[in-house]
């Protein structure tokens, strides 16, 4: 029993990657969830027992469930309305943004030996050029 | 089992006339079992809704920049993805396993299960960090502090930063930046600046999820590894269970989140 839910989560993971790495028509996220919610319900009824559990877990952990609905679906129906705000907001200020200029390319020249490339020295931080764009 | 609660002072003898995992305040082993399980059951819902108010922000982003959203999942490492999500899964079946060890008295075994959730869990965590410091090394981080201060030629360490945006060096780190120069090119300055917000913001979101996910990861590392060190003890058997039942639960909630995570984040065509 244990065992084939584990089959069974296997083989979804494997269609979900599938799916997701294909074009399907603007369903991709509908597809990538219903199969997520297969898979969670797998987990759910079986690994957690809730099928053989009180009823009132399943009742309390659906209802938590459902109130995240609630929650999404109240946010999403009012953020369109302040996309434009936000928009503008960044076009404001995109005059003192380095991101107004294309990026930069990277920074010529040898930095350390690339012979040891995927060290984790904080190259990061000890840029010495001027390669940021500061217009 | 009326009288324990008279003679509760020393442990003599008549102290123990009721089962010996029963507590005072209970009157059944069925009734403890219970309990513990409600409260369970009542902090895994707090545990969704925890979750929940990130999964609203990634929703929130994606749905009015889904193009941008499509673009940023590129940078995540889809194969490194789906490990862990087999990972997770493999560590879940030995979490239920174990329930059942335990159910049955089967110590041997039980210890066994635990011992291999946990080696996931550490896998899980080790696959994480290569993830983690890939995206470090690139500057595939959140964008920062608009307002830090920088000395002279000095960057942030993200590609993102509203004021001082980190430029790798050439050949060093530099794949993921020659593809978002390649994406943002031919903008306009305010979609460019939109964009690399935006992407600012996704990366912000990918790794406060992760990061939160990681962090329930760890917290179960250390359940498991109390579990089984009362397991080592045998104390574990068919009236006594409900630690490595309540522990299990939490387990499969952390691979619940993973479950979404992983379509959302790196699944994006």
């Known amino acids: 029993m244990l065992a084939g839910v584990l089959g069974a989560l296997l083989f979804l993971t494997v269609v979900t990657v599938i799916t997701g790495s294909t074009y399907l028509w603007g369903m991709d996220l509908a597809i990538a969830m219903v ?6 319900t797998l987990v759910a009824t079986i690994f ?3 099928r053989w559990d009180k009823s009132f877990h399943a009742f309390a952990f659906i209802g938590s469930v459902l109130f995240v609905g609630v929650f999404l679906a109240y946010t999403l129906t009012d953020t369109g309305q302040y996309q434009n705000d936000i928009r503008k907001y960044s076009a404001d200020r995109a005059a003192s943004s380095p991101f107004a200029q294309p990026l930069p390319a990277p920074i010529a020249g040898h930095h350390g030996d690339h012979a040891e490339d995927g060290h984790s020295d904080d190259e990061n931080h000890d840029h010495d050029g001027d390669g940021h764009a500061d217009h | 089992m009326t009288t324990a609660s ?14 010996k995992h029963l507590a005072h305040h209970f009157d059944t082993l069925e009734q403890q079992f219970e309990s513990s399980k409600l409260g369970m059951w009542s902090f895994l819902l707090t545990e969704v809704l925890f979750f929940s108010g990130l999964f609203v922000v990634y929703a929130t982003l994606r749905a009015n920049n889904p193009e941008i959203f499509s673009f940023a999942s590129n940078f995540l490492n889809t194969s490194l993805g789906a490990i862990n999500t087999v990972v997770l899964l493999i560590s879940s079946f030995t979490a239920a396993m174990a329930v059942r060890n335990a159910q049955l008295g089967e110590t041997s075994k039980l210890k066994m299960n635990l011992i291999i959730t946990l080696l996931c869990a550490f896998g899980f965590m080790g696959i994480k960090y290569m993830e983690y410091s890939h995206k470090y090394h690139s ?34 780190h530099d794949a993921d930046y020659l593809m978002l120069k390649e994406y943002t090119d ?14 600012g913001r996704f990366f912000g979101i990918y790794f406060f999820l ?49 479950i979404f995570l992983f379509p959302l984040l790196y699944l994006i065509a």
């Open chain 1, 35 to 40: 199969i997520a919610t297969i898979k969670a």
């Open chain 2, 6 to 19: 008279a003679d509760g002072h020393g442990h003599g003898d008549g102290h123990h006339d009721h089962p």
């Open chain 2, 210 to 258: 992760t990061g939160l996910h990681g962090v329930h990861v760890i917290i179960g590392i250390i359940v498991i590894t109390w579990l089984l060190k009362r397991a080592s003890t045998g104390e574990f058997g068919p009236d006594n269970f409900t630690a490595i039942d309540l522990g299990a639960l939490y387990w499969h909630l952390v691979d619940l989140v993973w």
């Open chain 1, 48 to 50: 957690m027992h809730l």
């Open chain 2, 139 to 172: 500057g595939l981080l959140f964008p920062g502090k608009a307002n830090a201060e920088f000395a002279e030629g000095e960057t942030s360490a993200s590609l993102f930063h509203p004021t001082h945006p980190m430029v790798p060096h050439a050949g060093h």
């Open chain 2, 186 to 199: 031919h903008m306009s300055p305010a979609e460019r600046v939109h964009t690399m917000e935006t992407l």
